[in-house]
């Protein structure tokens, strides 16, 4: 799997070893240097790491006994270690749990237990950790109300949302982005969706999508460059459905633009493109999806601030976007507006 952060990229092999590359300034890539890296450098010497999650500017992972590890910047406690020192290399999180899934948002953090709990720390400034309360910052995690049925859950700039076991989807925090039928910040989390049955959600800058089961793609939020995908522009606090489609796979939503996979491999993007995020070659926002390439063998997608990435069969990692960190890890800095493959 690859997990994309604002100028950094992170994945998975399935050796159980974890990479990362691009901006390392503060520590984001766990290698125990703060140097950029345009090539993927390994996480440490652990071979046994099931997930990470990239944020803006720290790194988050669940190894295989089910502990919970982060690094990089910890200005407000998005590393959940009890303090705000920054990490070079991975340092446990302070709660002692078994833990199952982890979202690395801007400056804050949250995770699910295999309890079904769910679990935020950080910066709490945009009611970003949602347990009814309007501190500053949560150094340690805090539980996330009293339901342990929690599935899924993704962060993001302001605000997160998250799925149950139930299919039901919540969100909370910053007002348009996540919160429906209402531009106002919300403290705890509100049901988005009624009467629906949701599979996944995926959490942009301001802006979220999500699928259903039955395939579709809902997404709403602010739509400044179609990253809602229903061909305007105009906001919307309530889901729109992107397309007629009803064969998505999986959904990535970045810091403006929005891509996704189908069930025939072929893989989709639309919103901003001032980088060639949207891997179409043309630099130019486009408010529908429109396809990547002629591929049909993408089973993965991740959305970054201005870049994204995907894995094709194989196991085969492409990046595509901007490169000014080193982030598509093909070995330069040069932003690139098709995929391009990442190096070893």
């Keep these: 799997m690859l997990t994309t952060g604002f100028g950094h990229t992170c994945g998975t092999r399935v050796d159980g070893t974890a990479w990362c590359w691009g901006v390392n300034s503060q520590g984001q890539l766990g290698d125990g240097e703060t140097s950029d890296r345009s090539l993927p450098t390994q996480v440490g010497m652990a071979a046994d790491w099931v997930t990470v999650s990239a944020g803006a500017n720290h790194t988050c992972g669940i190894r295989g006994d089910a502990t919970l590890w982060c690094w990089g910047y910890n200005g407000d406690g998005e590393?959940?270690?009890?303090?705000?020192?920054?990490r070079s290399i991975p340092t446990r999180v302070r709660a002692a749990m078994s833990w199952a899934t982890v979202t690395a948002g801007a400056r804050h953090t949250c995770a699910t237990g295999t309890d079904g709990t769910l679990w935020c720390w950080g910066d709490h400034t945009r009611h970003v950790l949602a347990d009814g309360t309007v501190q500053r910052v949560n150094l340690n995690p805090v539980q996330i109300g009293v339901a342990a049925t929690w599935k899924t859950v993704s962060?993001?700039?302001g605000h997160t949302c998250g799925t149950q076991t139930d299919g039901s989807l919540?969100?909370?925090?910053?007002?348009l982005s996540g919160a429906p039928t209402s531009r106002a910040g919300r403290h705890t989390p509100v049901?988005?969706?009624?009467?629906?049955?949701?599979?996944?959600?995926?959490?942009?800058d301001y802006s979220t999508c999500a699928t259903r089961t039955t395939g579709t793609v809902w997404c709403w939020g602010t739509n400044n460059h179609g990253q809602l995908g229903?061909?305007?522009?105009?906001?919307s606090p309530d889901p729109l459905r992107v397309g007629l489609d009803t064969d998505w796979l999986t959904v990535g939503a970045g810091g403006a633009h929005t891509c996704g996979t189908m069930t025939d491999g072929t893989l989709w993007c639309w919103g901003w493109d001032g980088f060639g995020q949207l891997g179409d070659g043309k630099f130019r926002d486009q408010y529908s999806p429109i396809r990547v390439d002629t591929a049909t063998d993408w089973v993965s997608i991740s959305g970054g601030e201005e870049h994204s990435c995907g894995?094709?069969?194989?196991?085969?990692?492409?990046?595509?976007?901007s490169n000014t960190y080193g982030e598509l890890g093909n070995g330069g800095t040069v932003s690139a507006a098709t995929p391009q493959q990442v190096g070893v």
């Excluded at 590393?79 to 920054?86: E, H, M, P, S, T």
């Excluded at 919540?170 to 007002?175: I, Q």
């Excluded at 049901?191 to 942009?204: D, K, Q, Y």
Aim: glycine content about 20%; charged content about 15%; proline content about 0%.
């Design 155 to 157: 962060a993001a700039y």
């Design 170 to 175: 919540w969100c909370w925090g910053y007002h």
């Design 311 to 321: 894995i094709r069969a194989g196991g085969v990692a492409w990046c595509w976007g």
């Design 230 to 235: 229903d061909g305007t522009t105009t906001d």
């Design 191 to 204: 049901r988005v969706g009624h009467g629906h049955t949701w599979a996944t959600v995926t959490t942009g």
């Design 79 to 86: 590393l959940g270690d009890g303090n705000r020192r920054n």
